[in-house]
Structure formats: structure tokens, C-alpha cells
């Protein structure tokens, strides 16, 4: 490496520890090594190096796993429509909003983690996306999540004593007081400071606490009955008039039952009716199996890849299959740290930029060849097929790059597509092509110059005439 | 002639509905299972104990009791897969792959065009585009009526990425006329397009042949879900490599002449 210059010995150096982190990173936790081989019986399991260092402000801490879409890791999405044609137009966008609140409020309720409650607009359609990874009963959810129950909250009437023995809940409960669940801000649960005993509290908004301030006069001494879809969840005396719209119903709880009730009276506050128009489900094997398949089938390729060049290209062919595998590692490594969630499509589109991450290769060494046939030294050869060829790269790999954020849909356009499979196919490709050109062409460039400078007359023989 | 494309759920809406029966009931019992819940069954397949049923959108109740009777027949019955469309949603689906393609289509138009000077380049680099684009889908007519192969959502992002495969390999074929053309002028056209394709041919089919590996690979060995869409990316990429010099260097030759 005498006559390399400082330049290339730098970068050369740097692509060597950066493989060495990149390899860190990508490693399994544990490394479990056996090796019984005739009489020697060796066991040890290696666990990763802990890689939790502060470098000014950044942060480095170990867990960089992968992280999976719903449709590898399993799970379900929900796709929701909104009516608003009861809302006036401008509380439409409060309405929404509180109606994505109430709903990330019921989804929490299945203590999902990582789950995801997500409002779109397409022109005058709103839509609600919910996506629940790893739940299993899925029926459950959806009846839950897409219930539109009604809350109301109706006062105590008077009904004659001889009527009493046959009066259903409707007949005592009759009058409406005009509150309903889109005026209820939220309901939780509290510990009454004096007594330690859970309590139910119910905040009204502005104009439920007017209403609710008229009902808990008029119903003073006499109950109020919440009902749920006309079921009633809780019938609570009105002791004192409430003119703030803060109330608490406070009873015998404990508090699972003050939490249920609280979940409840929050389930019923749909400001807005939403209908299910479309549900994903995959199955947890599913995914696991498609993991599986992917990765063999990129395994495969990839030999079969490398096969290729130094069948091709022979000795350049091993740099280029160096090249290509740091690619590997590189695309992975940055999906574990940015980090994507990796797709089904995603995995497809990683599988297919490797295909294409030789290519830069290809042309470099393709314009060699030439050169080589031109008579040039190799050295000379070596710098002008750079060049030349990286006009070539530059501009043909731009234009996969137009399309693929055309498939992205970075701003949101309504009229492109938004869904995660094509995003996340979208994804994969931009980073595989940005990585590509990169490794392509800074990595084999640095590994040639380094590896390759004696002249390697193997190469010169054209084999293609 | 043509034959009807075979949309799959993602298009024509619909429900999907993957599930796994150990004690494998035959076809009569499941059918019988629909009926009685009115529901058309619109496809059935079977390979052992997964069964992959097709039918109308429906709502989250009817799924709740088609799963109850199912579980009757089968009380092992597992959950692989189910989706369930409106056929709103599949309408949209394709509008808005319509507009991806037409943009994109501009954006390669205008951006091939300044990179080159000369906006027959970036004319006939679109038409070879959508030439490969017009294959991919006929080719999928022809798959659909005989291999019940689907054209879903995934399909869309092999057509999109066939588009882009096409043009990056017609770009390099182009960008070697470009230096040929300013190192030796005095030649006319054919004679340049000739040399081009002559110099570059080796190097797109090498170039093809990488990403040919890659999906073989995953056609055969990859699960069915994705096998379709590996097809598709690979005819499509085959089309691409090909139309660079079939199509897209006669068309600009085409222009050229009529000057």
C-alpha cells in the first residue's frame, strides 16, 4: 500500500471500521458457538457488545432491532369512513380531531403496543386508519372500535305508583336532557382525596355544562340515568347543582369498575358515526413464513449474483461482490438506525435494489474493458471508466429515484396513493439506490485502487469482441 | 383479443380470506356455510388444510357469524389472513395509479429532455415506457384467464417500477449516443445509434441479468403471495432492457429522419 495516496488510504480505512460498527449492529444478541469437532467439545455464547455510549449530543444506545410492518409482523388495519354530514363545516375539523382521540382512547384500552390511529382526508371524505400490530382477536376490536354508541343522559320522571311495577328504565328515565355524548369532553378516573375511594369524573365542554347545569337543577334529589345505546351504565343521584360541567359520580367502586364505567361513558362519546369500509388481517405465522421465504430467496439471488460476476469479470468480479455485500449490510444497518418498518413490498424492493446495486459496478467496469481495448494503461484505464461511467449512473439512477418518490408520496397528495405497501416498496428502493450509488461507486472505486493496481491482464482480453 | 384482467379484491372490492382447517372439510360443507349466511362464495381454492375463499364485501357481524359456523365444521379452525374491501376504495386505487403514471411520465419527460437537449429523446424514452408498461398488463390479461394470477396493489408498484427500470436502462443506452455523438459528429444518426448499441448491449444485458437472478430467485422461492408480483417486476424488467434498444433508438431514429 506504499504508493497509494493519503486520500485513498483514509477512505479505505474508513470503510473498514465503518463494516466493523455496521457488523456490530446487525449481530443477533446472542451468539450461541458450538463446536464438536472428534474430541474437541467447545460451547460458548457470545452476547453482543454493548454499544451505549453519549457522543455529544447524540444518543447510542444498543437496541437496534428491525422493525416490521403489519403485514410481516401480523396484526390488522382498519380502515374507517367518517360521516360528517350532520357536523357543521367549520367544527368539522375539531370533530375529527376529538373523534381520533376518542378512538386512540378505546385502542388503548387493548393495551396494543405500537398501535396507531391515524386521520386522512380525500377531498370532502375523511377516514379514520387504525392499525393494531400483533392483536389476535380481531372481531373483538372491530366491534369495540367501531361501535357508535350512543351516550345520553336522560332524567328521573315521576311515574305513578301503581305504574311502577311494570315501568321499564325508558318509562322512569323519559326525559332527554339534551346531553349526549358529543358534549362530553372526557371521563376518568379519580381518588376522591378525603375518602381514597375511586370516583368516576365527567368534564362536559362548554355547551354540556350549560345543559348539564339546567338538568342537574331541574333533577335535583332525583337521579339522572346515563344510558348506552339505551342501556343504562350508570344511574347517579344529582346531590348538588353543577354549573362548571365537573362532575363525579362516586359510589361503591373499586376501581376496575370505576375504570370500566370510565371506559364505557368514554366509548359512547363518538362525536362522529364511522363505518368500517375496509380490514386487513394477517396472521401472526403468515408473516413469520414470508420473513422466512424472503430471506432464502435474497440468500439465493445473491450467490448466485456474486457467481455471476466473477464468472464475468473474474478477479474485479470478487471487488464488485465485496462491494455488493457491503451494500448488504450498509441498507441493513440503516434500516435498524433511521428505522424503516420493512414491509412485504419492502422486503421485495430490497431483494430487487441489490439486483440493481451491481449495476453501477457493471458499467464501471464495462467502460474498463473499453478502455483497456482502447489501449490505455490500466491505471489510466481505471480512472477514465470512473468518469465515464458516472455520467451514465448519475443520470440513469435519478430517474428511478423521480419515480420512486412519485410512489412515496411525500407530501400527502390526495390523488397519489398513501397506502403502506407501496410506501414501504417506495422506501426501500429510494434508500437501496442512494446506498447503491454510493457503495458502487466510492467503495469499489477506494477497493480497486487499493487492491487492484498491478496490471491484471486477465481483465485486458476482451471477451466479447 | 382481449381478455379481462382479473382484479383481484384490492380493485374490485371484495373480501380475501385465508384460513387454515386441520380437518380439511370439503368443498359442499363450506358452500353450504355461505348460503346459509347468503353470502356468494366467488372463488374457492384449496391446497390441504389451507383453504383461500373469495367472496363479497361484508360487514364485521356477517364475518363474526361465518367464523361461527366455520368453527363448527372445524373447531381448530385458525385465522391466516382477511381482508375485506368496499369497492369505493378499488376504484380509487386505480385513479390513483393512473396519476402516478401520468406524472411520473411528465416528470422523466422533462427531466430526460433537459438532460439530453433534445426532447425527442425524452419523447421516445416515455413511449418505450409505456410500451413495456402495455406488455406488462397485457401479458397479466393473458396470466389472469390462464393462471388465475391477480392484478392487485402490489402489481401497481411492479408496473411503477418496471417504468423506472425501463427508463434507467434506455437512459444509458441514450447517454452513450450522447458521447458518441461529441466525440465523432460527422457520423449520422443510424451510424451513431448503431455504434451505441453495439458498445452497450453487453453491458445492459449483464446488468439485467443480476436483477433477473434476484427475482428468479424469489419467484421460485419466495412465498405465493409475493410470486405474482415477482413475475410481474420480471417481465417487466426483461421488457425494459430490451425496449432501450428495440423501441426506444428506432422511434428517436424515427424522429430524426423525418427531419
Not at chain 1, 144 to 150: D, F, H, N, P, S
Not at chain 1, 415 to 426: D, P
Not at chain 2, 87 to 106: F, N, Q
Request: aromatic share 10%.
Amino acid at each position: 500500500m506504499a504508493n497509494l495516496s493519503t486520500q485513498t488510504r483514509n477512505i479505505f480505512w474508513t470503510i473498514v471500521g465503518f463494516v466493523f460498527i455496521a457488523v456490530i449492529i446487525n449481530l443477533p444478541e446472542t451468539i450461541p458457538v458450538k463446536i464438536h469437532f472428534q474430541k474437541i467439545n467447545w460451547e460458548h455464547t457470545f452476547y453482543r457488545p454493548n454499544l451505549n455510549f453519549k457522543l455529544g449530543p447524540l444518543n447510542f444506545s444498543q437496541k437496534y432491532d428491525l422493525k416490521y410492518g403489519l403485514d410481516l409482523a401480523g396484526g390488522a388495519s382498519l380502515l374507517f369512513e367518517v360521516d360528517t354530514s350532520k357536523v357543521p363545516a367549520d367544527s368539522i375539523s375539531s370533530a375529527t380531531e376529538s373523534l381520533k382521540t376518542n378512538i386512540e382512547r378505546r385502542v388503548n384500552l387493548f393495551g396494543i403496543s405500537e398501535a396507531n390511529v391515524q386521520l386522512s382526508r380525500e377531498n370532502e371524505r375523511y377516514r379514520l386508519i387504525v392499525e393494531l400490530p400483533g392483536i389476535t382477536q380481531l372481531d373483538q376490536a372491530v366491534s369495540l372500535i367501531g361501535k357508535t354508541a350512543q351516550l345520553t343522559f336522560r332524567g328521573e320522571t315521576e311515574i305513578a305508583p301503581e305504574a311502577t311495577a311494570s315501568a321499564t328504565f325508558a318509562d322512569v328515565f323519559s326525559e332527554d336532557t339534551g346531553i349526549n355524548g358529543s358534549h362530553l369532553v372526557i371521563s376518568q378516573v379519580q381518588i376522591n382525596p378525603n375518602t381514597g375511594k375511586p370516583e368516576v369524573g365527567l368534564e362536559f365542554n362548554q355547551e354540556g355544562s350549560q345543559l348539564f347545569a339546567a338538568a342537574t337543577k331541574k333533577f335535583l334529589n332525583k337521579r339522572i340515568g346515563i344510558f348506552l345505546d339505551d342501556m343504562p351504565i350508570s344511574i347517579p343521584f344529582v346531590e348538588t347543582e353543577i354549573p362548571d360541567g365537573r362532575a363525579v359520580i362516586n359510589g361503591s367502586f373499586d376501581l376496575p369498575s370505576a375504570k370500566a364505567l370510565s371506559a364505557q361513558i368514554n366509548a359512547g362519546a363518538l362525536p362522529l358515526p364511522i363505518r368500517l369500509v375496509q380490514q386487513t388481517y394477517i396472521g401472526p405465522t403468515l408473516g413469520k413464513d414470508a420473513i422466512d421465504k424472503g430471506v432464502k430467496a435474497g440468500l439465493v439471488g445473491l450467490f448466485l449474483v456474486c457467481l455471476f460476476m466473477i464468472a464475468n469479470y473474474g478477479k474485479l468480479g470478487l471487488i464488485a461482490d465485496v462491494s455488493l455485500l457491503i451494500y448488504g449490510l450498509t441498507t441493513l444497518t440503516l434500516y435498524r438506525l433511521i428505522p424503516v418498518t420493512l414491509t412485504f413490498s419492502g422486503v421485495v424492493g430490497f431483494i430487487l435494489s441489490v439486483g440493481m446495486a451491481v449495476d453501477s459496478n457493471i458499467l464501471i467496469f464495462e467502460r474498463l474493458r473499453e478502455e483497456i481495448r482502447r489501449g490505455r494503461g490500466w491505471n489510466n484505464a481505471m480512472e477514465l471508466g470512473f468518469g465515464r461511467a458516472w455520467d451514465a449512473i448519475k443520470d440513469a439512477n435519478a430517474c428511478t429515484i423521480i419515480t420512486g418518490f412519485i410512489l412515496f408520496n411525500p407530501f400527502n397528495w390526495s390523488f397519489l396513493n398513501s397506502s403502506g405497501m407501496v410506501r414501504g416498496f417506495a422506501v426501500t428502493l429510494i434508500l437501496g439506490i442512494v446506498v447503491s450509488v454510493f457503495t458502487g461507486v466510492v467503495v469499489t472505486r477506494n477497493l480497486l485502487r487499493v487492491f487492484a493496481r498491478e496490471k491484471l491482464t486477465v481483465l485486458a482480453t476482451p471477451k466479447h469482441p | 383479443m382481449f381478455w379481462k384482467f382479473k382484479p383481484s379484491v384490492d380493485f374490485s372490492g371484495g373480501s380475501v380470506w385465508e384460513l387454515n382447517l386441520p380437518s380439511q372439510p370439503d368443498r359442499p360443507k363450506i358452500d353450504q356455510v355461505f348460503t346459509s349466511q347468503n353470502i356468494k362464495l366467488s372463488s374457492f381454492s384449496q391446497n390441504q388444510t389451507v383453504y383461500l375463499l373469495k367472496f363479497e364485501n361484508i360487514t364485521s357481524d356477517q364475518k363474526v357469524s361465518l367464523q361461527q359456523q366455520l368453527q363448527k365444521l372445524d373447531p381448530d379452525l385458525k385465522e391466516q389472513r382477511f381482508e375485506t374491501l368496499g369497492p369505493l376504495l378499488g376504484r380509487e386505487l386505480l385513479k390513483k395509479t393512473i396519476y402516478a403514471i401520468v406524472l411520473a411520465s411528465l416528470f422523466l419527460l422533462v427531466f430526460i429532455g433537459t438532460r439530453f437537449h433534445d426532447f425527442t429523446f425524452g419523447l421516445s424514452a416515455i413511449l418505450a415506457m409505456l410500451h413495456d408498461a402495455l406488455i406488462l398488463v397485457g401479458s397479466f390479461s393473458i396470466l389472469g384467464r390462464f393462471f388465475n394470477a391477480e392484478v392487485d396493489s402490489l402489481f401497481v408498484t411492479a408496473l411503477l417500477t418496471t417504468l423506472s427500470a425501463s427508463v434507467h436502462d434506455t437512459v444509458v443506452t441514450f447517454d452513450r449516443i450522447r458521447e458518441l455523438k461529441r466525440q465523432l459528429s460527422k457520423l449520422n444518426w443510424v451510424e451513431l445509434a448503431n455504434a451505441a448499441i453495439t458498445e452497450t448491449i453487453v453491458r445492459s444485458l449483464n446488468n439485467s441479468m443480476t436483477i433477473i437472478f434476484m427475482l428468479t430467485s424469489l419467484v421460485v422461492l419466495g412465498g405465493a403471495t409475493t410470486r405474482w408480483f415477482a413475475v410481474a417486476l420480471l417481465i417487466g424488467v426483461i421488457c425494459g432492457t430490451y425496449s432501450s434498444f428495440a423501441v426506444a433508438i428506432p422511434l428517436v431514429l424515427f424522429w430524426k429522419r423525418k427531419k
